[in-house]
């Protein structure tokens, strides 16, 4: 069974940082990207960041871009999202997605406070 979870997400204040981590299972990891999905309330949800876990390719979308840093840990099954320079409208949950597939995490919730 392939499992997703999602952990590191608080409440911040503009400008500072968090980590998120996506821990994965019940596939083989190197086979298939991972992609950082947000959902702000209101809003529909949103790609954020992608990573090949085979090529370490990487894409963001361009409102982080260049605060926002996608990494992924092979031994760990484990898929990383560095966020930096945070703003409120960074608020939002964030999931982890299986690349090309219906499989989903619970999703992490991210508050920034101005």
């Known amino acids: 069974e392939v499992q997703l979870v999602e952990s590191g997400g608080g409440l911040v204040q503009a400008g500072g940082s968090l980590r998120l981590s996506c821990a994965a299972s019940?596939?083989?990891?190197?086979?298939?990207?991972i992609g950082w999905f947000r959902q702000a309330p209101g809003k529909e949800r949103e790609g954020v960041a992608y990573?090949?876990?085979?090529?370490?390719?990487?894409g963001y979308e361009d409102s982080v871009k260049g605060r926002f840093t996608v990494s992924s840990d092979n031994a760990k099954n484990t898929v990383y999202l560095q966020m930096n320079s945070l703003k409120p409208e960074d608020t939002a949950v964030y999931y982890c997605?299986?690349?090309?597939?219906?499989?989903w995490g619970q999703g992490t919730q991210v508050t920034v406070s101005s």
């Open positions: 990573i090949s876990s085979s090529t370490s390719r990487t």
């Open positions: 997605r299986v690349s090309g597939s219906p499989y």
């Open positions: 019940g596939y083989t990891f190197d086979d298939y990207a």
